[in-house]
């Protein structure tokens, strides 16, 4: 296939995150998205623990027990000719690696709002990681249904945070019991609201909504009053205060597109999915670190295959066991029963089924290019952050850096309550551990294994998935350990010296990086300052890096 087919799939492509604070609604939403887009045909129940459906993206049984979101999940769908990728990700903070993780394989985000809440404090942190590797973000104000702030004043609080500009698209006429509908701006037309259902009414996405042009104003404001003569009042002032949307400052993440509407109520949900279609970019260029420390871009349309292992899950099917490695692909063309291989070590892949997805339901695939999520079926030998190409690749091609590994904070001692189910929780730990769930550490000098974590929640989904899938209890328990660091050191004799002196202080995680975990800060400085010539690296994949280039 030449470029130029290559880079016409590419330009098909749309691939982003959906971001929020725990119960603003982002599952619901991407439920709504997936609906209006014909990828399903009636919406999972997302409101109470014990309905019979619930929401697509949420599979876990954890997830469906508690009704949030613990793992991120990946859809694909098909809308206007173009090729949506959509990554549902988890709220709560205790989850933000695997989030952070994902938003590296995406090249928009779309940031939904509680009208009640603002901007809350989860969001606030997605943001900054947004910001930090200038991802595009589109705004949804999500519950306009419900009595909320002022709109005018939810578009300065947007601004505040995201210290970029807020470009309305939408805005809505009343709130609450009031809410009347939402203005297109664009198309210069009302959608009058009306409570949704499960089902669409017809095939063009609209439903049934009555459409109103703002030609017909008298119309208008007969029908609703001062609610609509504010928002008259409010778009004029937006029309000479706001800046008009710009294309370029948007993809360059300068400024932000906003939507209003009630994603439970399939409202709003039109505009988002045509604005995702019209103004998200397309996938672009990426860089890999050579060996030998120098960087370069890929361009998504060379014909050349690569992409980068961003998440790993086991257990998706647990009557197969099965383990799943999720790959961005950033560029070139897959092709059914394609030679594959892992950059770091070299190593021929064969995965024994590739696949998209609809949350936790497949289908195999027969291609896939730059911008397109992958799954490969695989028995082991793939981690979190490798770079896989093309079997014809050789090892110069170098590595896709970036993807996080944060220092735990919260550690814990796991202790089986059944000896006998020693061999199921090491295999359990194991994948877990891969898969990013929770970070595991060996202790070099033997002792109970130990868990890491951001947030206390992970202790307790992972307690819930060891017995849940692998049959196996266990009991945790706290550890004298307050964090980590991840070591290196280009002088043998001084890493032998460090070794020695802090042995029973070290130990391995699932990648088989050595790392140092401290009792205090207090620990940690007087240890640095003991070894100078060690390297202590708050993020994991500093520390590959620092192995790489000295190897």
């Known amino acids: 296939m030449s470029e130029g087919q ?17 119960d603003a609604g982002k599952t619901t939403l991407t439920e709504k998205l997936l609906l209006f887009s014909g990828a399903i045909h009636i919406a999972g129940s997302v409101k109470a623990r014990k309905a019979t459906r619930h929401a697509t993206s949420d599979w876990m049984e954890i997830e469906k027990q508690r009704g949030i979101s613990v793992a991120s999940s990946v859809m694909q769908m098909l809308y206007r000719d173009c090729v949506i990728n959509l990554l549902d990700t988890p709220g709560h903070r205790d989850f933000s690696e695997d989030t952070y993780r994902v938003l590296t394989a995406v090249d928009s985000a779309l940031m939904v709002i509680d009208a009640a809440n603002g901007v809350e404090p989860q969001t606030r942190r997605l943001i900054e990681v947004c910001r930090q590797r200038g991802t595009p973000i ?75 042009m703002l030609a017909q104003a008298g119309t208008l ?10 928002a008259e009042g409010h778009m004029e002032l937006l029309r000479e205060a706001a800046p008009a949307f710009d294309a370029a400052a948007f993809v360059a993440a300068h400024q932000t597109p906003v939507f ?59 009557s197969h066991r099965d383990r799943i490695a999720f790959v961005r692909v950033n560029s070139g063309r897959y092709g059914s029963g394609m030679k594959l291989r892992v950059q770091r070590n070299a190593k021929e892949l064969r995965p024994t089924s590739v696949v998209t997805f609809l949350s936790q339901r497949r289908e195999a695939v027969d291609e896939a290019y730059a911008g397109d999520i992958i799954g490969f079926t695989t028995h082991g030998g793939v981690q979190l952050g490798d ?29 089986l309550a059944n000896p006998i189910k020693s061999k199921q929780l090491q295999q359990g730990l194991l994948q877990l551990g891969e898969e990013g769930a929770i970070q595991v550490f060996r202790p070099t000098v033997g002792g109970a294994m130990l868990l890491g974590a951001v947030g206390q929640l992970q202790f307790e989904v992972v307690q819930h998935r060891l017995k849940a899938e692998y049959g196996v209890d266990v009991r945790l328990s706290g550890s004298r350990f307050h964090g980590a660091r991840w070591v290196t050191c280009d002088d043998d004799a001084a890493m032998r010296k460090f070794t020695d002196e802090a042995a029973s202080k ?5 990648a088989d990086t050595l790392a140092y975990l401290m009792t ?10 003991r070894h100078p010539l060690v390297v202590f690296h708050p993020l994991r994949e500093h520390a590959g890096l620092a192995l790489q280039q000295a190897a």
């Open 6 to 22: 290559i880079a016409e799939q590419v330009r098909r492509r749309r691939t982003f995150a959906i971001i929020s604070h725990p």
């Open 387 to 415: 770079t896989i190409t093309d079997g014809d690749t050789g090892s110069g091609f170098g590595t896709y850096t970036g993807l996080p590994f944060f220092a735990p904070e919260l550690f814990q001692t796991v202790e």
């Open 520 to 529: 205090s800060p207090y620990d940690l400085r007087l240890t640095q300052e």
């Open 138 to 212: 589109m705004t949804f104000v999500n519950k306009m249904d419900r009595e909320g702030k002022e709109p005018l004043a939810l578009l300065d609080e947007i601004e505040q945070e995201l210290g970029m500009p807020c470009v309305p698209m939408t805005w809505p006429v009343g709130q609450g019991k009031a809410f009347g509908g939402i203005v297109d701006l664009r198309k210069r037309q009302m959608r009058l609201f009306k409570a949704g259902a499960d089902k669409r009414n017809d095939q063009s996405g609209a439903g049934s909504d009555e459409l109103v």
């Open 260 to 318: 209003f509407g009630s994603g439970v109520n399939n409202f709003g949900v039109q505009e988002v999915l045509d604005a995702l279609v019209d103004l998200a970019p397309p996938p672009a260029a990426r860089h890999v670190t050579r060996p030998d420390g120098q960087t370069d871009e890929i361009d998504p349309a060379a014909p050349g295959f690569s992409g980068v292992v961003f998440k790993v899950q086991a257990n998706m099917d647990p």
């Open 221 to 230: 404001r007969q029908r609703f009053g001062h609610d609509y003569e504010q």
């Open 506 to 510: 070290l130990a391995l995680d699932a």
